[in-house]
């Protein structure tokens, strides 16, 4: 958005340069702010019409329609508002001219249940219809819910970008066998993948970084009673790559 200078390097936006021609980039995105300001002193239609003149004018239906969808009261002053009917007016103004590419950092923040279900179809429908949506969220489940790709960054660097169901495949799995009779250890800690090997009496419980199918092979050996599996979701995926248990950057 040209909004920091780069010390280095370049970025493009729609094949478009971001320095040199960032009044066209911001012509087609929509952008909100986890530090959300907004004009006080305006109720929530008042703030929007002024940024819709601005943009030269957008269609006040669809602008109406995401009020009602996201319960927001748009005759109220801005400053009697919650934080949360703030964040929704935040969210009605970047997504008002139907933009192209949408840069939404923690949008439901302060959003009720509710609300957030009905925000995540909205974002469904702009996804649909071939528009982008770049989201930051601390929320992992939402992540996982609403994302096609995932980039994590750790300590200013991106250290991967997979497709959400890739980057849970790549993450550790948890077996657990209960065997008929006791299967020592060694049976599976040679094996690919196999990152820890526990048993206790008849049962063995390995974790495992990708294919699990040596694994499962090797348990079919024995006369198995139960295998239960432990799927890891993106929290623990995300918590993996922060304690540097993957580090795929590198």
């Known amino acids: 958005l040209d909004l920091i200078r780069p010390s280095s390097g370049t970025a493009r936006v729609f094949s478009l340069d971001a320095r040199r021609d960032a009044t066209l980039i911001h012509a087609c995105t929509g952008y909100m702010s986890g530090e959300l300001a907004l004009y006080d002193g305006l109720t929530g239609a008042e703030m929007l019409r002024f940024a819709a003149n601005l943009r030269g004018g957008v269609d006040w239906g669809y602008v109406e329609g995401l009020a009602e969808r996201l319960d927001c009261d748009l005759s109220r002053p801005i400053r009697t508002l919650s934080t949360g009917n703030k ?18 950092d923690e949008p439901t923040s ?33 992540v996982e819910a609403v ?12 250290v991967t970008v997979l497709q959400v169901e890739a980057l849970k495949e790549s993450a550790l799995n948890d077996l657990e066998f209960h065997f008929a009779a006791a299967v020592p250890a060694d049976e599976f800690e040679s094996l690919p993948g196999v990152r820890e090997v526990t048993v206790e009496g008849t049962v063995v419980r390995c974790t495992v970084a990708g294919s699990v199918d040596a694994v499962v092979k090797a348990a079919a050996r024995h006369e198995v009673l139960d295998v239960i599996s432990h799927e890891r979701d993106l929290e623990q995926v995300f918590l993996a790559y922060y304690t540097g248990e993957r580090d795929d950057a590198g």
């Open 87 to 104: 964040h929704k007016v935040g969210l009605i103004h970047a997504l008002m001219h139907q933009p192209e590419l949408l840069i939404l």
């Open 147 to 158: 994302c096609d790709r995932v980039g994590i960054i750790r300590e200013g660097r991106l």
């Open 110 to 142: 302060g959003l009720d249940p509710i609300v957030q279900a009905e925000f995540h179809r909205i974002l469904d429908e702009v996804r649909a219809e071939g528009r982008t949506v770049f989201l930051s969220s601390h929320i992992l489940p939402e």
